[in-house]
Structure formats: structure tokens, C-alpha cells
């Protein structure tokens, strides 16, 4: 038997998500059984576990788009009893059963071994939000971006992709302008590292004049839409923003001068079909180079009985950081 937070959909169509016993007979196939101990919560998840299901095709479901535990039982020579192991996208959590249980069966190939450094409990502090942050800081780095190279933007600093940009770039060196809708997170901003808070309001206009003053080194954009348009004006010469997110809206009210007469770079970062040798630089590089004070700053535990409300809050923007879910 195992337990799990399972979304369910009654006749009329509604769901809703209850903690649940289940025999192990439900697990769905895969090479490797993990004796789950810590998942999270992203914006994905909250879509999962709200009214309507979000991505969910066929219920009853297991969301949980990433989860850290140890290897139960394991049909494939890379993994044994024991071994530590990161399970990040691969749309587990959406089409598939994913980490909101005590135990998940998945392919070999979608997990990555934790470095000996990072703990279960560290890794889900980082979670899909952290790589796909971590992601986004090498592809600047590998368009050019260093410390001396100027200021760098964050844009959804508050939230668990923008947190962990935020502290992997500070604790690099570089100088980083956190955008925030909340000016409450300031100082937990700061903490991270952040050398500036921008207003939101300040980047929630739309594009007026396609070229602003040369502001930005790079930038992490976690919010997408009128807000990235708007940034793509206001970058130096050659500079590059890593576009992972859409919570201020999927549409791109932008013009094409930035790239044209100032050689800026839009970089897309994808982390759930991103193929497994990036993951394992990524890791590896946030068990090195993430200060762990910074990320236990980030942290906000939970159970399972928990997320269904976090879910909600999440989707409004209304989650501080990065929420670990112990799931034992
Ligand atoms: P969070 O909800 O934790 O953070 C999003 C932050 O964006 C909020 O905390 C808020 O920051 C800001 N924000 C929310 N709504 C708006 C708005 N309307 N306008 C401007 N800013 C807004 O989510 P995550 O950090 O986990 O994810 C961020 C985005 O990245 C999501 O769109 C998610 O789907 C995407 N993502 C993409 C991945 C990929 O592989 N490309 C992987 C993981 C996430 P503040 O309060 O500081 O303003």
C-alpha cells in the first residue's frame, strides 16, 4: 500500500483532492519504483489540482510534476535499492502519475541521480522552479553574460523560479534587479541577494517606444507577455533574456527593433523534454554553487493535506519561495 493525494472527478465534473490509501497494483508501469520522500508545488501543479483538472486527461490522477526519494525497486542497471534520485518534467504529475504519493513508477530514463551534496529534502527546495532557473542562468552565460557585464533583471522575483535566479545569480556575483508585484517580499528579496527592487508597475506598461535606454544586462523573465515586451526595449547591446514563464499572460506585444538593432536574444528555456546530460550539468552545478542558507530561506514546508489550498494560492500569484512537500 501507498498513499497519495489523488484528484478525482465526480459525474457532473467536478474534481477535488483527497489524501487516499492505494495498493501498489495501481502504479502505472515503469522501470523504476521510488519510495518518494519530498515533492513540491509549481504553477502546473496548481492548474492540476484545481477546478477542472488544468492538464489532467484521465482521472482518478496523482498530480506532483517533481519528486526526490530513494530507489525501491529497479529494473534497469543504472539504479539500485538505495540510490537518491530527482524526478523534474517529462509531463509526470500531468499525463502520468506523478509525485504527491509515497511512492512513484517511472521510467529510468527520466531520472537523474542526486549529487552526493544535495539532499532529497534540498532537491525539492529547488524543484522544477530551481533547474529550470539554473537552466536559464547557463543559457545566459553561454550567450555571453558574466558579472562585469551589467545589471541583471528577475522578473517574478517572489515566486520559486524568480527565488532561485535570484540567489544562484547574486551568489555568482552579479548584481541583480528583482521585479516584484509585492513590495512586502522586499526584504526576503534582499535576502536572496537581490541589489534592487523594481515595482512591477514600473515594467506594466505596454511598449510605447520599441527601444528605452540600454538597461539590462540580462534578464530571468518568469512573466512573460506585456512585461517581457516591454524589457526586450530596455536591454544592452547584444544582451540576452531567458524567457521560462507566462504568469502575467502568454501573448507577446512586442516589435522586432530590439532584435534587429540591438542584436538582443530572446532564449527559450524548455525543462520538461530537456534532455538528460543539461539536467545533470544543472544539477550539478545548483549542489555547488546555491547557497543552501539562501534556499532553506526559500522554504516553506507542507504536507499533502496541504496542497489543495497552496494550489489555489499559487495560481494567484500568492506563493512566497519554494513549498516542499513531505510526503511521508
Ligand atoms: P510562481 O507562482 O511561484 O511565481 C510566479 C511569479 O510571477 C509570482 O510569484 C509573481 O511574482 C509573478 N506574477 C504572477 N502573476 C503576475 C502577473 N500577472 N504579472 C506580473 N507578474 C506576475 O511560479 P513559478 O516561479 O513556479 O513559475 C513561474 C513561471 O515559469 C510559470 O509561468 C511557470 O509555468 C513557468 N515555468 C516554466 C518552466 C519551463 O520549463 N519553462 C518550468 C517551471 C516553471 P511577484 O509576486 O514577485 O511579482
Redesign the pocket.
Known sequence: MFRALVVEKDAAGATRAVVRELEDSCLPEGEVTVAVEYSTL???DGLCLGAGGGLVKVWPHVPGIDFAGRVESSADPRFQPGDRVVLT?WRVGEIRWGGYATKARVKADWLVKLPETLTTRAAMAVG??GL?AMLAVMALEDHGLVPASGEVLV????????SVATAILAARGYRVAA????PE?ADYLRGLGAARIVP?EDLAETVKRPLESETWAGCVD????A?LARILGQMAYGASVAA??????AALPATVVPFILRGVNLLG????MRPLPDRVRAWARIATELPMDKLEAMVRPATLADLPALGEA?LK?G??GRVVVDVT
Open positions: 509549481n504553477y502546473k518534467g522544477t522552479a529550470t522578473t517574478g522575483a517572489a515566486g520559486g523560479v524568480g521585479v516584484t508585484g509585492r517580499t512591477r518568469a512573466v512573460g507577455g512585461m521560462v514563464g507566462l504568469a502575467g499572460g528555456i524548455d525543462s520538461v499559487i500569484g506563493v512566497q
